[in-house]
């Protein structure tokens, strides 16, 4: 037990720093480094929690490609690359209250609603049950996803295009 | 494990991406943001499956995994045409629809 | 039976007649005239037929009751206790409608003086209409004029006829009405419409004591129904005080109506009308009114003025002075018509003396007389004026004796009759008069007396006057005169021929057996809730007095005028004559108090004053209010229109405008600002639902 919380602790500094690093850089690239931070850490948390299967697609999906994606975009669209003077807009006093006040209110509540309630003892949750649920409970939406990426494929393409 | 652990990491984290949608002027970097907030949510889910032994949690999180990649990949498009088209993707310059 | 229940049929045709005349008279061949004569005809027919209805009814000892009242049931028992056969008035009516608890009927009250009113208001009016067929040939309104004898008959019979006084009110200024539409027959000239205003105005003045005493009498009989008002009168209960009320007011009203002294002056004008409306209108009917009022009244007047015990009385006095005034200004007239108009308030001064000394029979029959021969003498005054180019002035006629020798005799009759020769209509009625005022009730009336006999002797004078200026002597006038169609003449000699015969309705019994003798009286004079009065007696020795004053009458003027001899010139030798001859030409200056210093003090002042009020206080008042409105609604527009209500569109317009720029600084067109809203909304909802609520 304790053994797992210090690595959630150490865990969710880095993800946390990292995080502010992403949304305070001035170099978009940094940004997009920072950001493979968070989303490893996510990952590991994912493993912490015992959802193996989910962590595993985390670091497929969102660290092979997603990020990729986002310094492609990074290129194409000639950002900078030794950073801008300003990566924030005017109203950056105003959307640090709007978070915190959010913060706020969120906090709240959750600490209000699971005081200190623990999570069972083992959280593993097998791949198998994974695969058992999405294959019958929530097999349209799964169809539907498919089809979701076909389209926003498609359509990625048919914005893009060069014509 | 307190099951408050990962809330309130989802909650901060989801409140960095908030701030981050709404102070960044580059466009990529709003979408990075945006990927903070769905990562949140994700942990969030994951969490309250662990909670209540329920599958669905994790289930929800790829669904959220998967629908953010095709989110990223439409959304990297879109910047693509604003910056063919002004030449930079200042969002605070895109105000056509201003009142 | 059935003609004394049914009589109101016979005011009614007539009535209807009016209508129709009115509304189709025009296209008739002969102008409506026909209408109207078909219509009096079948009253005159009806009205003789409810006369031998009536004699039967009386002949039958009274038979079936009519609808009398309560007063009368008692009545009834009591004159069935004392012995003698009360034959009460077939009373027909119909409620017209209920208030206050009270009902107001109208219907009809049969008895002998009603019988006698109908057979002598439709004759005359029958024969004036035929008359007038010929009269007014070409007159400019034909149609109209007929229509309006059709209503005055309607109006005088319906008078005859009331039940109740309600009734009798309405017709009585009905026939007011009617009298003033057809004295101004021919208004374009001021002076007729002048004379049809006095005639309608001084009746008025009269009408006004009728609807008090009517009122006094309700009060006193609780009903306006005559039959409980004679009963509670002839009782004897009733408080004396108030019939004395009722007497002196209904007294006015017939002084108005009937020309008596000093209400007389609107009838010597009147003969602005046309001649056979004087003669239905202003000789035979409707100045009769006023004495038919009376008696029909008579209990109230009986008791009221003491008529039993005094020897004089208003009644009595006023009538005898009339009398006599009316005798002396008919010696100074130049107008033939206006001759037979003071002749006429004269005898009908003789008729109210006579009720007022308790000769009831007498002044009824007078009436009945009268009526014959004065129609005649009218209508002999209008065919005389026919033959004379339209002229009534007596001085632009003469010896028209041998151009109209059916006027002239008719006209000498009529005249004889007048003067009470014997045996014509007019000796037996006025010598009744004479002997009622000698005999009196208890004590004998000599002032009435007295005026009376003057009277007759000046009635026979100014008459003969009247002849010989009009039919003997030269020719004084214009153009040839001849004889008027028989279509005038016929009335002319039934009207003559009537004044011969009538008088010998009422014989008195010593001169007659008993089965002829007091016909009239027997008929006509009421037995029910009529008190017990005396009768005259023939007098033999009154008879033959005023016999010999009328004769003298007439040889004195003659003597005068046909043979000169006499003061002649007089009034220039003696400044007393000729002061005293411009008195009476003068009407005794009762025209000028009216008129000149009555009216006009009264006109003036009050016109004046009323004048100021209406162009000072009214129109200043309108003036006022007028400008009042107009400032207020400049005042309205400049403050509440242009500043309050169109600031407030205004500014609302404008408070639009500035929000809607305030507003607009939101839209700055820039997603992240949208986010940033959205969020803190969000976050502020939940944290109201979460933390507070």
């Not at chain 3, 009435?448 to 020719?475: N, P, Q, V």
């Not at chain 3, 000028?592 to 016109?607: D, M, R």
């Not at chain 3, 229109?641 to 600084?665: H, K, M, P, T």
Request: glycine share 10%; proline share 3%; hydrophobic share 55%.
């Amino acid at each position: 037990m304790v053994a797992e919380n210090i690595a959630f602790g150490v865990i969710a500094a880095a993800i946390v720093l990292a995080a502010l690093r992403v949304v305070t850089t001035r170099n978009i690239v940094h940004a997009a480094l920072y950001l493979v931070v968070v989303l490893a850490g996510v990952a590991a948390q994912y493993f912490l929690l015992g959802a193996e299967f989910v962590g595993t697609a985390q670091i497929l999906i969102y660290l092979g490609a997603i990020v990729v994606l986002f310094l492609f975009g990074i290129m194409l669209t000639r950002a900078p690359l030794k950073g801008e003077s300003s990566l924030d807009n005017d109203q950056r006093w105003l959307a640090a209250v709007v978070a915190l006040l959010l913060l706020g209110v969120m906090s709240y509540t959750v600490i209000d609603a699971f005081d200190d309630q623990e999570l069972p003892a083992d959280t593993v949750q097998r791949t198998a049950e994974v695969a058992d649920s999405v294959f019958s409970t929530y097999l349209v939406p799964f169809e539907v996803v498919s089809v979701l990426l076909l389209a926003a494929l498609v359509g990625a393409i048919v914005i893009a295009r060069k014509d | 494990m307190l099951i408050n652990q990962f809330l309130l990491l989802g909650a901060v984290l989801f409140c960095i991406g908030v701030y981050g949608v709404l102070s960044r002027r580059n466009g990529v970097a709003v979408l990075m943001s945006i990927e903070l907030i769905l990562n949140a949510v994700s942990i969030n889910l994951v969490a309250f499956g662990a909670l209540n032994g329920d599958i669905a949690g994790q289930v929800f999180a790829l669904f959220v995994i998967t629908v953010a990649a095709a989110e990223v990949g439409v959304g990297l498009a879109i910047v693509l045409l604003i910056y063919r088209n002004r030449r930079s993707v200042d969002l605070d310059q895109v105000d056509l629809m201003k009142g | 039976m059935w003609f004394l229940e049914h009589a109101w049929i016979i005011p009614f045709v007539p009535a209807v007649s009016f209508v129709l005349i009115l509304a189709v008279g025009k296209r008739l061949p002969r102008g409506g005239s026909e209408i109207g004569i078909l219509a009096v005809g079948t009253s005159f027919v009806l009205s003789a037929c409810t006369a031998v209805a009536w004699i039967r009814h009386v002949n039958d000892g009274g038979g079936a009751a009519g609808e009398g009242g309560e007063h009368a049931l008692g009545l009834v028992a009591r004159a069935a206790e004392e012995g003698h056969a009360a034959i009460e008035p077939v009373v027909k009516t119909v409620t017209w409608f209920q208030f206050g608890g009270h009902e107001f009927p109208v219907g009809t009250m049969i008895d002998g003086l009603s019988v006698i009113m109908l057979v002598t208001v439709s004759l005359v009016s029958l024969l004036v209409h035929v008359y007038s067929t010929e009269y007014l040939k070409g007159d400019r309104r034909f149609t109209h004029y007929f229509g309006f004898l059709s209503l005055f008959t309607a109006s005088m019979l319906t008078l005859v006829i009331a039940q109740n006084t309600l009734m009798l009110l309405t017709a009585w200024e009905a026939v007011g009405l009617c009298s003033f539409v057809l004295i101004g027959h021919w208004w374009e000239e001021k002076p007729n419409s002048d004379a049809a205003l006095k005639a309608f105005l001084t009746n008025r003045v009269g009408d006004v004591g009728l609807i008090i005493g009517v009122i006094i009498l309700f009060f006193a009989a609780g009903s306006f129904n005559i039959v409980d008002i004679n009963a509670m009168a002839a009782e004897g209960d009733a408080s004396h005080l108030v019939l004395l009320m009722a007497a002196i007011s209904l007294t006015a009203a017939v002084c108005s109506k009937s020309g008596q002294f000093p209400l007389h002056t609107w009838l010597p004008d009147a003969m602005a009308g046309p001649t056979p409306v004087s003669a239905l209108i202003h000789a035979a009917t409707m100045v009769v009114a006023g004495v038919f009022m009376v008696a029909r009244f008579y209990p109230v007047f009986y008791e009221g003025l003491s008529i039993n015990s005094s020897s004089i009385n208003l009644l009595a006095f006023v009538g005898a002075f009339t009398t006599v005034v009316g005798a002396s200004l008919a010696f100074v007239q130049k107008d033939i018509k206006k001759v037979l108009a003071y002749s006429t308030i004269s005898q009908l001064g003789y008729m109210v003396m006579a009720l007022g000394v308790g000769a009831w029979t007498a002044a009824i029959f007078h009436l009945f007389t009268h009526a014959m021969f004065k129609a005649c003498l009218f209508l002999g005054a209008g065919s005389v004026s026919h033959a004379a180019h339209h002229t009534f002035d007596m001085t632009k006629m003469g010896g028209l004796r041998k151009h109209m020798p059916s006027t002239f005799k008719t006209f000498v009759i009529a005249s004889l009759a007048l003067a009470g020769i014997p045996p014509l209509a007019g000796f037996w009625s006025k010598d009744e008069i004479l002997a009622g005022a000698l005999q009196g009730q208890t004590n004998a009336y000599p002032v009435m007396l007295i005026l009376g006999c003057m009277t007759a002797f000046m009635t026979a004078a100014y008459m003969t006057r009247a002849i010989w200026m009009t039919f003997f002597g030269e020719y004084r006038g214009e153009g040839h005169p001849h004889e008027s169609p028989k279509v005038m003449t016929v009335p002319l000699w039934i009207l003559a021929g009537a004044a011969v015969v009538v008088g010998f309705l009422n014989l008195p019994e010593k001169l007659a057996p008993d089965g002829i003798a007091l016909r009239f009286e027997r008929y006509v004079e009421p037995t029910f809730a009529f008190p017990e009065i005396e009768h005259p007696e023939f007098n033999f020795l009154l008879a033959g007095f005023s016999i010999l004053l009328a004769v003298s009458g007439i040889t004195l003027a003659w003597q005068y005028f046909a043979r000169n001899r006499g003061p002649h010139g007089l009034t220039e030798r003696s400044s007393l004559a000729a002061r005293g001859y411009t008195i009476l030409e003068n009407k005794y200056y009762l025209d000028w108090l009216y008129e000149s210093v009555i009216v006009k003090s009264i006109k003036g002042p009050i016109a004046g004053g009323v004048y100021w009020f209406n162009q000072h206080i009214l129109d200043g008042a309108v003036n006022g209010a007028a400008s009042g409105s107009k400032a207020t609604g400049n005042w309205l527009y400049r403050y509440i229109d242009q500043g309050g209500v169109d600031r407030l569109v205004n500014a609302s317009g404008a408070g639009a405008e500035s929000s809607g720029q305030f507003l607009r600084r939101i839209q700055t067109g820039r997603v992240q600002q949208y986010a940033a809203l959205l969020f803190a909304g969000a976050a502020v909802l939940a944290g109201i639902f979460i933390v507070i609520i």
